[in-house]
């Protein structure tokens, strides 16, 4: 694993101007940080969470990196390639049966050397069980002490913080919004983003759309991401539109819309499901958006955008 072949990640991320009729007439300035366009494979939000995991890995002489996710995952998906480039050993347990047709993701991943080990539903409830890894791991041929475990999504301290380099590489400047809007699976992405924003830029308020249905716990998680309560951000739990990975009629005109207004490709898992709160939001709360200045976090994931046919 060559350490210093990270940097080739550590590069800015645009920040590009967004124009649909919906924010003209909500009289906003509306910009996106494309995380999408980091990689085209390391996408997104995932390569931040990825990166201090690897360098730890790396530190610590692993040269194995274990880690969980659907078969569709953004993350699997990410770790696969970034182990592929920076030659790590990936292993990736998955949730459920292996059906006939491989994902496009693992497909993906299985091409890029990525081992793949499935778990039934019920065992993969108890997937922390170190006997359950142990027994995965020897038949990946690896050794416990050979290997850095990644909980699902990336979503550890080591992924906070390197979700807390996400407003330096888009050159954010202080001061220059008023909100932060972004997706929240686990929060771990918010937790880095809202701890940047507290220390950096104490006016802004960073508005955090949780993807799945029932997601008041994640305020509990996200305190525990950033391990104290900071006040600076807001989480909207309902725009789920019935659930993760559930999509609605209204939320893919939105991204279709969006797409051929902006330009700009959304996945409706996460990203999606942003932009159609802040619509909603400026559409319901007129007065207070006037002349606002908001930035939304492009997140990535639109490699599992190909599942979504299939998903549905
Ligand atoms: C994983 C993911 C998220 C959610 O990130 P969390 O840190 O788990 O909240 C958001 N957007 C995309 C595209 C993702 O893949």
Redesign the pocket.
């Known amino acids: 694993m060559v350490i210093e072949s990270f940097v080739s990640l550590d590069r800015p991320v645009p920040v590009q101007p967004i124009c649909t009729e919906w924010s003209e007439q909500a009289g906003v300035t509306l910009d996106m940080l494309r995380l999408d366009e980091l990689d085209p494979d390391i996408s ?3 390569w931040y ?1 990825l990166k201090h995991n690897l360098i730890h890995a790396r530190e610590q002489d692993k040269t194995a990196v274990l880690s969980f996710g659907g078969a569709w995952s ?2 699997i998906h990410a770790l696969a390639a970034a182990g592929h480039r920076f030659g790590i050993t990936t292993v990736g347990v998955i949730r459920g049966e292996p059906s006939s047709e491989l994902t496009a993701t693992l497909i993906d991943a299985r091409r890029w050397g990525m081992q793949l080990h499935y778990l039934t539903w019920a065992d993969y409830r108890r997937k922390h069980d170190p006997d359950l890894i142990d027994k995965l791991l020897s038949q990946s041929g690896l050794l416990p002490e050979q290997v850095h475990i990644v909980p699902e ?1 990336g ?1 550890n301290r080591l992924g906070v913080s390197g ?1 807390q380099g996400i407003l330096a590489a888009g050159r954010v400047p202080p001061g220059r919004y008023d909100e932060i809007w972004l ?8 937790a880095g983003i809202a701890l940047t924003a507290s220390e950096t830029m104490p006016d802004t308020r960073v508005k955090g759309v949780a993807v799945l249905k029932g997601a008041d716990f994640l305020r509990a998680d996200i305190d525990r991401h950033t391990q104290r309560a900071l006040s600076n951000w807001t989480l909207l739990t309902d725009y789920h539109h019935g659930g993760y990975a559930r999509t609605t009629e209204a939320l893919r005109s939105l991204i279709i819309s969006f797409e051929q207004e902006a330009g700009i490709p959304l ?1 409706p ?3 999606g499901k942003v932009l159609f709160a802040l619509k909603d939001s400026l559409r319901t709360n007129a007065a207070h958006y006037r002349s606002k200045r908001l930035l939304v976090i492009h ?3 639109l490699q599992g955008r190909r599942g979504m046919v299939m998903q549905r």
């Open positions: 997104g939000n995932k969470k953004n993350h999504g979503s979700c997706a929240c699976g686990t929060g771990a992405t918010l996945d898992v996460y990203t997140t990535g994931g």
